[in-house]
T-cell receptor, first 111, second 113 residues
Framework: AQSVSQHNHHVILSEAASLELGCNYSYGGTVNLFWYVQYPGQHLQLLLK??????LVKGIKGFEAEFIKSKFSFNLRKPSVQWSDTAEYFCAGLAGTALIFGKGTTLSVSS | DAGVTQSPTHLIKTRGQQVTLRCSPISGHKSVSWYQQVLGQGPQFIFQYYEKEERGRGNFPDRFSARQFPNYSSELNVNALLLGDSALYLC????????????FGDGTRLSIL
């Protein structure tokens, strides 16, 4: 079965710390992967996506993710987090036309 | 520009009742998808409609149904509500037939008593 798993349930960081959130996918065929963010009180927003080509994908707000096929991974990174990055982060894969989401990681950034 | 709008924002029902949730896609978008997000979990795909035809269905019982109207708005119906149906129901719209990228609404919070 197609699935997406996220390693970290809750991550707590201080401002300026580096961030890496893990994501692994489990399905074959064409791999299309996404990271979505949900800020408190707001709707899900697309951070970045990987369809093909350069495995290092840059998104909005300084986020990036690297697709590593051999590890079935698509980890999200940011060199220096800000308090405003406090949010829920979801990794997702595309199965047909449906998004398959991981359980999400809550990121709390203290100032 | 107006984003995806969903109504109502919150809804409280009792077991056995029926509920209808509504979604208006972004102007020009022809694809609408529905997701269920239970507390502490990621969204789970329920349905996708494109040009008023069902294009995808997730692993949900027949109590769940949906339709898309000529103006591309959509309704999600759930019959015989169970306590486990308590969740945030998200609607997403997309312009393209491949349903990418998907733009999400704020959701309808459904509570079953």
């Amino acid at each position: 079965a197609q699935s997406v798993s996220q390693h970290n349930h809750h991550v707590i960081l201080s401002e300026a710390a580096s961030l890496e959130l893990g994501c692994n996918y489990s399905y074959g065929g064409t791999v299309n992967l996404f990271w979505y963010v949900q800020y408190p009180g707001q709707h899900l927003q697309l951070l970045l996506k990987y369809f093909s080509g350069d495995p290092l994908v840059k998104g909005i707000k300084g986020f990036e993710a690297e697709f590593i096929k051999s590890k079935f991974s698509f980890n999200l990174r940011k060199p220096s987090v800000q308090w405003s990055d406090t949010a829920e982060y979801f990794c997702a894969g595309l199965a047909g036309t449906a998004l398959i989401f991981g359980k999400g990681t809550t990121l709390s950034v203290s100032s | 520009d107006a984003g995806v709008t969903q109504s109502p924002t919150h809804l409280i029902k009792t077991r056995g009742q029926q509920v209808t949730l509504r979604c208006s896609p972004i102007s020009g978008h022809k694809s609408v998808s529905w997701y269920q997000q239970v507390l502490g979990q990621g969204p789970q795909f329920i349905f996708q409609y494109y040009e008023k035809e069902e294009r995808g269905r997730g692993n949900f019982p027949d109590r769940f149904s949906a339709r898309q109207f000529p103006n591309y708005s959509s309704e999600l119906n759930v019959n015989a509500l169970l306590l486990g149906d308590s969740a945030l129901y998200l609607c997403a719209s997309s312009f393209a037939e491949n349903n990418q990228p998907q733009h999400f609404g704020d959701g309808t919070r459904l509570s079953i008593l």
